[in-house]
Nanobody, 121 residues
């Protein structure tokens, strides 16, 4: 099992920036995929961005050009740099880890507790 701890959320104005971090610990296997997901009130959790242990990335269309996912394998940490934030980005952001490569979480995905991001208009 992998334990994930997210941080970096907060309140920011429309157009502002935040950087989220997710530190993983435990039985980390390689290759693996880590992803950021978000869930707004009354909505289902949705994918935001993914990155493999080899550095391949993908993004949901709504954040392309604004968000950047990266990782430091030596620190077992994945980041999400969020620029040009919009009120519709408001959500709880979760970090997920699964062994293997692919953009779909596996049945054995580990999740963090989430960090709140609020963008005011």
């Amino acid at each position: 099992q992998v334990h994930l701890v997210e941080s970096g959320g907060g309140l920011v104005q429309d157009g502002g920036s935040l950087r989220l971090s997710c530190v993983a610990s435990g039985s980390i296997l390689r290759p693996n995929t880590m992803g950021w997901y978000r869930q707004a009130p009354g909505k289902q959790r949705e994918s935001v961005a993914h990155i493999t242990s080899g550095g391949t990335t993908n993004y949901v269309d709504s954040v392309k050009g604004r968000f950047t996912i990266s990782r430091d394998n030596a620190k077992n940490t994945v980041y999400l740099q969020m620029n040009s934030l919009k009120p519709e980005d408001t959500a709880v952001y979760y970090c997920g880890y699964w062994s293997g490569l692919g953009w779909t979480p596996s049945l054995h995905t580990d999740w963090g507790q989430g960090t709140q991001v609020t963008v005011s208009s």
